[in-house]
């Protein structure tokens, strides 16, 4: 399903940043503005309700993309939303690329500079013919000795996998101006300069992500097999019906099954706790390691729609838990109306790539 909405032409100052999921693709269009870039217009297309099949993936997980595949669905939804932008920024997968955090000594900027390709070498396991490197400090802390050590977050992303968005999005008529690692564009749209330690959890279809930002910094992030996808497949199985069925009871009952349906949330809470489990051992890694205790948990990514489970994850959790607001720092237009909540939480990563593309 893809949606038309305002179609009012930006040509200058507007990009699109584009989340492809494994069974879905949101992408978002900003416009530079006076105050916060503005939201001009938007498109999701997802592969359960265009296909009926909910095997068609969009991403594997297999660190590759179809990008003919991709490039395709691309197109359609360019071309059913009407964006005005032609330049993109795409977010990639964090299992498709490779993060580390390292520590080295407190230095200069261009003495970390020099420093960096020693230390790149040291700590990435691919040969750099292979990879695109980034790094970007996040970070300090005296550590036991007394020294002040610097918290520098290396990423790498093979070529191979750059080649091939590059190549999905010439398809689409797009043209590919950048790539992220999505954890760091929805910490910036979700939490930006903000300093408190939070956790972002993201419920994908296939898998779901836990990251701790903490003083508006990216500090780790977990990725585990289990999403809404997951939940889907218990209900399917446990009542013995299709697929699809399963997925509109999912979406119209979520966690809060009346007496009658009391069932539905006995099949979730499973797949839910194998999710919340996670995200208390990224917490109490937080405790231990960071010296960050996790003040909240901003819940993101097509999962947190599963009504019910704020509160429900709450109670497990033991501290405020919030659906993520992705467009936080983003002036919305009115007409928006119904599609906010959605926009809020689904599309976080393809808002933080826009915004990143319109602040550089
Ligand atoms: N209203 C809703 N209630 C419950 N679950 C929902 C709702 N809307 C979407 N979902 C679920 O959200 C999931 C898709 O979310 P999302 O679009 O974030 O995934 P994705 O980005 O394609 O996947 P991944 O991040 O794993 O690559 C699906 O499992 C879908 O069933
Ligand atoms: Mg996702």
Known sequence: MAFDFLTRAFSVGSYIGVDIGTTSIKAIELSRSNANPRLTNYGLLETVPVFERPNSVIQANSLRISEKEAGELLKLLVTRTHFSATNAIASIPSFASFTTMIEIPDMSQAETEKAMPFQIKQNIPLPLSEIAVDWVRVGQRDDANGFVKQQVLVIAIPNEIIARFKAAFKIAGLALRALEVETLSY???????????????DIGARSSNISIVEKGFLKSNTQIDYGGDSITDAIANGLSVSYKRAEELKRRIGMLGGSGELELSTLEIPFV?????????????AIDTLGAAPERVMVVGGGANLAGIETYAEQRLGIPVVPGNGLLYVDVPQELGMMVPELKTRFSIATGLAIKSLLS
Do not use: W
């Open 187 to 201: 910490s910036r749209a979700l939490v930006g300069t903000d300093q408190t330690p939070t956790i972002i959890l």
């Open 273 to 285: 706790d194998v999710i919340l489990n996670e995200v208390q051992r990224a917490r109490q890694k």
